[in-house]
């Protein structure tokens, strides 16, 4: 998994709309990148309505949240429009991203293992590197955690 001091890759993505979103369109300012499992799961679901209950506070920051995950742009508008969110979803369905970000892993479930996004979030500074990295996230309070970094950036 990248690392703090690790440079964002320029990966290319499609946003929940099926339009080209780029990491490197963030440049110059901070991003919060973060990864999770499956739109429209209950876990997923939680994780995008808390940044959404926060977006204004983050636009008031000057940054953007973007949650990927590797559904394909149709669900995520579908997930969005569902539940009103406000933090723009992109798509990583080919995996690419997640697997250059490090959170395509093997995980286990009843004592089966199988191939997941870990879940885990990503604080980008102005220059494109990496300040901060939460892995293995648990929803709970993440999002006002991930504001609090935010807002100590100043």
């Known amino acids: 998994m990248l690392q703090a001091g690790d440079v964002l890759p320029d990966v290319a993505l499609l946003d929940a709309d099926g ?29 995008a309505k808390d940044f959404t209950a926060l977006a204004g506070e983050f636009a008031a920051q000057g940054v953007p949240v973007v949650g990927i995950s590797k559904d394909k742009p149709a669900k995520l508008a579908k997930f969005r429009d569902k539940y009103g969110l406000g933090v723009t979803l992109a798509s990583d ?53 991930v504001l609090q970094a935010v807002k100590a950036l100043g």
Not at 19 to 38: C, D, E, H, T, W
């Open 19 to 47: 339009a080209p979103l780029s990491l490197s369109q963030f440049r110059g300012k901070p991003v919060v990148v973060y990864f999770y499992p499956k739109a429209d799961t209950p876990g997923c679901t939680n994780e």
């Open 93 to 145: 369905e080919a995996g690419g991203v997640c697997e250059a970000f490090g959170t395509w892993i093997e995980k286990s479930m009843y004592g089966r293992s199988y191939m997941g996004i870990a879940r885990a979030t990503f604080l980008v500074g102005t220059d494109g590197v990496i300040l901060r990295v939460w892995p293995a996230v648990k929803v709970k309070g993440h999002a006002e955690e």
